[in-house]
């Protein structure tokens, strides 16, 4: 097998996180290299498989995107939106007791995450400061009817984790959630060296001793790989019609052909059978209630 450091010769990498204006690449040895891209290559996100040729020690440039398997992005400017991260399996949104959970950004990774085939699951942390279960349990059981994995957890105690874990384990995932739910205590608590390993990829960067706030893929211990995105708490629907935000919506798909209309938008449209069934209590009310703010929030018709 030829080595990363011939010359000329692509090998395939994983893109490990932007450093700067390089990537950090993995290469299937295990040697990280900094990699510039070819213009002509496209925006990259992280988790992204690349096919790079070394350019000195330990440098290289990237000279394609291999195939995706999925991808989410957010919005970036002038209407464009940007990749966040790629080949995900499954994205785990975490909430917890405090701050107040806010369910209509769940009901956005919901849908995003649907409408590209990856596969959702609930995190619910802070677990040990829980005073009253009642409502969050109330809401977590809808989601479960609705086939979403719930893992009550606590980055404090560590109540839970092992659970965690093993969902996590020989899958890519990755965490998203509101500011304060403590993603990053949850992160540290499934990455003992993550700090070490961040400082020593910013080094390598020339970046200083200073941690980033760039999204990194971490390889876990157990198996499987955690992308930790900080400065990330949304990911976009921007690419997203009202049809296929209606389809983000799992619970209401059993309806959406039986609407009278086939451009229905299920809001005040004559015989909408999903307006219908929030009405007869055969999708959950408050979703969706939610899901009209969410068609409003995106300025669709």
């Known amino acids: 097998m030829a080595s990363s450091s011939d010359p000329d010769t ?3 990498g994983l893109v490990l996180s932007h450093l700067g204006q390089a990537l950090a690449v993995e290469d299937a040895h295990g040697e990280i290299r900094l990699c510039q891209t070819r213009r002509q290559v496209g925006a990259i996100a992280v988790g992204d498989r690349v096919l790079f040729i070394a350019a000195g020690e330990g440098l290289g440039r990237v000279e394609s995107i291999l195939e995706r398997k999925s991808v989410l992005t957010r919005p970036a400017h002038a209407g464009r939106v940007r990749p966040v991260a790629a080949n995900l399996d499954q994205v785990l949104v975490v909430v917890a007791p405090e701050p107040e959970p806010d369910w209509l ?7 995003a995450a649907a409408h590209r085939g990856i ?7 802070k677990i040990d400061r829980l005073t009253d279960r009642a409502q969050l349990d109330y809401e977590m059981a809808h989601y479960r009817e609705m086939g979403y994995a719930c893992y009550p957890v ?3 105690t560590e109540e839970g984790l092992d659970q965690l874990r093993a969902a996590l384990k020989g899958k890519i995932s990755m965490l998203s959630g509101q500011s304060g739910v403590g993603k990053s205590s949850l992160t540290n608590a499934l990455l003992p060296g993550k700090n070490l390993r961040t400082r020593e990829l910013s080094e390598k960067a020339g970046l200083g001793r200073h941690t980033t706030t760039a999204a990194m893929l971490y390889h876990l211990p157990d198996g499987g790989d955690l992308i930790d995105s900080p400065g990330v708490a949304v990911f976009g629907l921007a690419e997203m019609n009202a049809e296929q935000l209606a389809s983000g919506y799992v619970e209401f798909r059993p309806f959406l052909d039986q609407c009278r209309f086939n451009d229905c938008r299920h809001r005040e449209d004559m015989g909408c059978a999903v307006r219908e069934a929030a009405a007869s209590g055969a999708i959950h009310k408050a979703r969706y209630q939610r899901f009209l703010k969410l068609i409003d929030k995106m300025h669709l018709r």
């Open 10 to 12: 692509p090998h395939e």
């Open 105 to 111: 950004l769940v009901d956005q990774y919901t849908a």
């Open 119 to 125: 596969n959702l699951a609930i995190v619910i942390n």
């Open 154 to 156: 606590s980055a404090r």
